[in-house]
């Protein structure tokens, strides 16, 4: 479970302190897939930096499973992010290493040398790639891409995934099948997701939770589906579509 109280991220700028992150707070229960949704600027990306510490809060706290991340460092943070895995818009592949190599390289990292290689090919299974396990990432359609992508995330068995935007570069077909095999992933390997995104369509049918950000602020919460079928704020019918964006 992950529980984000008060959260506060001040970025000291030449021009002055920018105000990315408002005192935000939500609740990520264990097995949710949680969609976080608002324009470009809204805070999103910081948000999830945050909650892998790749940005440390300027205030409050985040307690991952009973223990407050804000506070750990060296060893325990180490430790920590391998618990915590990402998922990224552009793949963040090694070019220069084969898919299995790009797969396996979280665990090598974190000395887990022995049965890496097996692992590797069983999740590259998993993904439906199995067959692509000696080729390069230029070999590859943006889809394969990010299922390696995904592949990569699971070899340290996370708790969660942080996904961020993690499906924007894809065509409609592949970020339908990319979502599927998200939504598969969750069920069977009880992964908790976090979604961040701009699409109120992929929220829709991934997503059983969602958070709508605005300004660094977090002004609607709830269901998918009471806050898609009566939204409150502006904003979210905004992002529906309910209302002109320049009226």
């Known amino acids: 479970m992950i529980e984000v109280e008060n959260i506060t991220k001040v970025f000291n700028t030449q021009s002055g302190d920018h105000h990315a992150l408002h005192e935000v707070s939500l609740s990520i229960q264990d097995g949710d897939i949680f969609g976080i949704i608002g324009m470009s600027g809204a805070g999103k990306s910081t948000l999830v930096r945050c909650l892998n510490l790749l940005e440390k809060p300027s205030s409050g706290k985040i307690v991952v499973d009973g223990t407050d991340i804000t506070k750990l460092k060296g060893k325990d943070l180490r430790d920590y992010r391998q618990n915590i895995s990402m998922i990224f818009q552009n793949f963040n592949l090694f070019s220069q290493k084969t898919v299995l190599e790009n797969v396996i390289f979280p665990l090598l990292v974190a000395g887990k040398k022995d049965g890496a290689k097996q692992k590797g090919l069983e999740l590259l299974d998993k993904v439906g790639l199995a067959e692509k396990a000696d080729a390069y990432p230029s070999q590859l359609s943006g889809g394969q891409k990010q299922r390696v992508a995904i592949a990569r995330a699971l070899a340290n068995d996370p708790c969660y995934i942080l996904c961020d935007e993690a499906t924007s570069a894809l065509d409609t077909l592949t ?35 969602v958070a709508v950000l605005d300004d660094g602020r977090i002004v609607e919460s709830g269901s998918t589906k009471t806050v898609f079928s009566t939204p409150q704020e502006y904003i979210t019918k905004q992002l529906l579509g309910q209302v002109r964006w320049d009226a």
């Open 175 to 209: 970020t339908n099948q990319i979502l599927k095999l998200l939504r598969d992933i969750a069920a069977n390997l009880g992964v908790t997701l976090i979604v961040i995104t701009h699409s109120m369509d992929v929220v829709e049918k991934i997503c059983n939770k």
